[in-house]
């Protein structure tokens, strides 16, 4: 399998996770005890997919403890900026990977490698860049302050073919006007926990706004 027929396969495995999830949490856990109980408050809420941010010193620790402790949960690494950052996250036993722009070097790393990246773009160059290494499912971020709705709308015009992950000023005011859109799998997006709910653990708050945000956001 050539590298580029094997990056379309894994747009086409992310796609199947990421269409039934409809939101992707951006967790960035500062605690890694906090990590177990966030995603079962989310899980319990019904939002299963999880994307576990490699900024903190503590989400290698935090993710693996929710693969391990939490099998309900589908956890892909976030904020993976090169091959080495896409080795850890699959070392971790993640399920994916997510990065907020692309490299040619991480795009040739994802290619060639066995976990599925949805690689970051806010730019059409950036998108014939992916596409052209056969990234067909991309996060598109920062999704608002990137030219938002008309943005996108505008990049479907030349790529019809491409679907995205918007992520970046999402929440519930707006989340169910992103996934209307026809080229848009999952939105992405920090809101469902905010990090004082998770400081304070307060994971029935949690739980409550997922339900909430599930609910509204079923497709009809
Ligand atoms: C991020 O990577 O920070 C995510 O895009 C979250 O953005 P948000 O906090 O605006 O939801």
């Known amino acids: 399998m050539t590298s580029t027929t094997k990056a379309a396969a894994h747009a086409r495995a992310l796609e199947a996770i990421l269409i039934p999830a409809r939101i992707v949490p951006v967790l960035t856990i500062a605690r890694a005890e906090d990590g177990v109980p966030l995603a079962r408050a989310l899980v319990a809420g019904g939002v299963n997919v999880l994307e576990v941010t490699f900024r903190t010193e503590a989400a290698a620790e935090a993710a693996r403890a929710i693969i391990v402790e939490v099998p309900e949960a589908i956890v892909g690494m976030g904020t993976v900026l090169n091959a080495d950052d896409l080795r850890r996250a699959r070392a971790l036993g993640a399920q994916f990977a997510v990065s907020p722009g692309a490299t040619p070097e991480l795009l040739d790393a ?22 052209a290494r056969g990234f067909g499912l991309l996060k598109f971020f920062p999704a608002e302050q990137a030219g938002g709705m008309a943005m996108l709308r505008a990049l479907a015009g030349p790529f019809p073919q491409v679907r995205f992950c918007p992520t970046g000023g999402i929440g519930a005011a707006n989340a169910a006007a992103w996934l209307a859109e026809p080229n848009v799998v999952a939105v992405g997006g920090s809101w469902l926990c905010p990090a004082a709910d998770v400081r304070a653990g307060n994971w029935e708050v949690i739980t409550g706004r997922c339900r909430d945000a599930m609910k509204s956001l079923r497709r009809g």
Do not use: F, I, K, N
């Not at 994802?110 to 596409?131: H, I, N």
């Open 110 to 131: 994802a290619a060639a490698g066995d976990l599925p990246l949805l690689p970051g773009v806010a730019t059409a160059s950036e998108v014939m860049q992916a596409q």
